[in-house]
């Protein structure tokens, strides 16, 4: 399941969410699991290299909105990740994930917010400027579309799902 994006290679590692988005035709397949993160003890993580993470508030909020948010259940995985976002409003994945979620709603206005922010924080995840990209595409701006692409280009993003996507510009 890894989308090819040049130097900034995406396999998203999250907790464990398979989705499919479909775009104008295009489609990303974004595999989600827990190859880095695997539970030895109550509370605790052991991460990969061997380090210790204890699971904290967040990472279990966290956990239950990918999981409402894996089943369907985007009405139930909101407040999660909003709540994500109260403890830690820098959690880049809450953030995409809240955009997705708009996205999937039909609001790519307001999904545009949370994906944005959510890029900012870690330029070098393709599937944000794919996702980001997306949301410009559905939301008719292309000129916002075209510069955001001719950025990520010339920070290394590449691949067929890249190329898709401008050929909807």
Known sequence: WPCNYGRLDVLVVIFGLAARHRF????????????????V?????RQAGGRRHIM?????????????????RGNDAE????????????????LHNLGQ???????PARA???????LELVPEDGLFWVSCLEALLHDERYPEAS??????????????VVEQLAQAL
């Open 24 to 39: 104008h035709g295009i489609c990303v397949s974004l595999a989600v699991f827990s190859s880095h993160i695997t539970r």
């Open 56 to 72: 904290t508030q967040t990472d279990s909020l966290f956990a239950q909105a990918l999981a409402h948010h894996e089943a369907g």
């Open 112 to 118: 545009l917010s949370y994906l944005r922010r959510a």
């Open 147 to 160: 510069e955001l692409l001719a950025r990520g280009r010339a920070q290394g993003l590449a691949g067929e």
């Open 101 to 107: 979620l708009w996205l999937g709603r039909g609001e």
């Open 79 to 94: 407040p999660l990740y909003l709540a994500v976002l109260a403890e830690s409003p820098t959690h880049p994945h809450a």
């Open 41 to 45: 003890g109550r509370g605790c993580c």
